[in-house]
Structures are given as C-alpha cells and as structure tokens.
C-alpha cells in the first residue's frame, strides 16, 4: 500500500494537479460490525471506529449521502476536496448499539445494507431498529439480497435457475424493504463483494446503483454496477494508513472496460490503458498474499499478472499511482474463482 515514504517532491506534484484538475472524488467506507467481541475478521473496534471519525473530522471531509454523492461523483462532480460516504453491511446489532450514537453525535450521514431474511436473528438488529434509524435524519436503509447467498452463476447452473434464484433476492428483499419502511432506493451492495457481468446487467436493469468490496474512490469514470469501497475492518482500517484512503482518487481510467472477475485462468491478467497523468515509474502493482508483482506495457496497455496462483475463492490486484497533493490513483479488481467452494 502507498505510504507518505512514498511522495515526491511538492513542485513536481504542484504541476501535476495544475495540469490535471482535482475533482471532488466520493470515497465510501465499508463496515460489518463495531464491536470488540464479534469475529475479527469482519469487525472494526469500537476504539479504531472512533478514532477513523476523528482522522475524517481531523482532515475536515464532508460526509455525505451515499445515494446522492454517487450521483454526483458520477457526473461530473466538483472541483474541490473529497467527499466521504459511510456504509454497513448486514444490519449487525453493534451498529444500532455502538455505531449510530458514535455517528448521530458527529451528524455523519450513513447507509445500512440489509439482508432482509436475516432480520430479527441473533446478532441482527430487529425491524422496529431498523424502522427506528430509517427515521432519523441522514440514515438510508437499502437493499443486500434476501438471503445473502452467492449470487454470480454457480457452475452447473442453468440461465433460467440463476435468473429465478437471483431476481427472487433481488426483488424480494426490495419488495421487503418497501413494505417494511415505506420506501426503497437504488442501491446495493453485492453479498460478499462478488459479483459477475450477468449479475451486473441485472442491476443495470433495475436501475441501480452496484458496491462492492474492491478498495478505491469513486469518479466520473467509475462504473455504477461495480463502485468500490474500502473495507474498514481491524486488518484494512488501521489509522496509519487511513489518510491515504480518503485522500485517494479514483483512477482514471473507464471503470467500465475492466475485465469481468470471473477467472478463466489462475493467476489472471489485468489490462487496462496507459493514460495520462499515469507513468509506469510511478505505477504499483499488489496481489493478494503476493505483495508487490510486476507489470508490463503492451501495445499502450498496462499488463498485471501475479507470479503465482491463488488458492482463495476472492483475492484482488492493486494498483496505485501518485495523483498530487500526499493522494494516490487507486485501482481494485476483484477476482472470483467459482471453483472454490462458496464461504
């Protein structure tokens, strides 16, 4: 990952940005549960959820609506500093007890991702819970599947079963919270992160708005059916190196062209084009487990595989370059193999 270590001389950077406008990037944060007592890999402290409020205070960054600072980000946004956006997955109970006074007090708006079927179960928050936040001003309530299954196509499945399975979590769960709360939005957060071109497609369908759990800030070329966030648990949401991720920019290049996740092969290849202002002095590449791997250029496109497989169902590639101002470009492509079994 990029350290301050890492910046070069100011004027160079100063140069930089005059020639490339700093736009006004949204950086969305991804949590599961605040809580000391819950599984580390998929908790935030509630002492390190405090402090990374305290370093967005500290850097003075708004904190906006998730739902219209996509829309904004997307077309066109602002010339200017960039914005936060706050979001949970699953509808833990740490977050309606720990999380939402910590947030009500410093009047941060933020979004909660529901898997609906899981409401009311241990360790979920209740309906009336729910109902409660969604009334408090700044809280969207949205949409995580009904059942929070594996929703790009099983091998061995047939179109019409994937089609069934997943319009019936799709629909269902917005249906759900329609009913429950009255309304509903455009947004969603893919179970686990993963997701496919067909699954994609579904959303573009319907109109919304796709996050994942690949790292990275959204901008104008940021695609709406695959929208980083930067996980935010114990392991990735360290203060050292927190500033580096809000300060990040996304990176500029059209998100949209990216490679489905989907491996054909292990270890994958990651192409994306040479652009202005990226040089391939300053480009950095990082797989999953693998640390630093190296790259090459091939008829004006950036190529990316890592040396070795991998052995996990998700891993991903980053890449990061330098944007001016102590702030980095950062790219995330998660990957899929969907010959490892489901979690």
Partial sequence: MPTRALV??????????????????????????????????????????????????????????????????????DEGDNRIAITFDDAYESVYSEAAPLLTSKGYPYTIFVNTQAVGRNGYMTWDQIKELAGREGVTIANHSADHGHLAKKPGETDGEWQTRVSNSLDSAQSTLSDELGSSVPLFAYPYGEFDEALEKQLAARDWYGYG??????????????????????????????????????????????????????????????????S?????????????????????AVRVKAPDSFNSRRFRYNCTHPAGNGSYYWLSQQWLDLSKPED
């Fill in 8 to 77: 070069k001389p100011l004027a160079v950077f100063s140069l930089l940005a005059a020639a490339f406008p700093a736009w006004s990037d949204l950086v969305v944060l991804q949590y599961h549960h605040v809580s000391d007592s819950t599984p580390p890999a998929t908790s935030t402290s509630v002492s390190l959820f405090e402090g990374q409020l305290e370093k967005i205070s500290d850097l003075n960054i708004d904190v906006v609506n998730l739902l219209e600072g996509t829309r904004k980000t997307l077309t066109g946004g």
């Fill in 213 to 278: 759990q690949q790292s990275g800030a959204i901008g104008p070329k940021s695609a709406r059916t695959r929208l980083p966030r930067f996980p935010m648990a114990n392991a990735y949401g360290q203060l050292a190196s927190l500033e580096n991720k809000l300060l990040s920019k996304a990176f500029p290049i059209d998100a949209g062209n990216l490679p489905d996740g989907v491996i054909s092969e292990n270890p994958p290849t990651l192409a994306f084009p040479l652009v202005s202002p990226i």
């Fill in 280 to 300: 391939t002095n300053r480009l950095t590449c990082f797989a999953s487990g693998q640390g630093r791997i190296e790259f090459d250029v091939v008829d004006g």
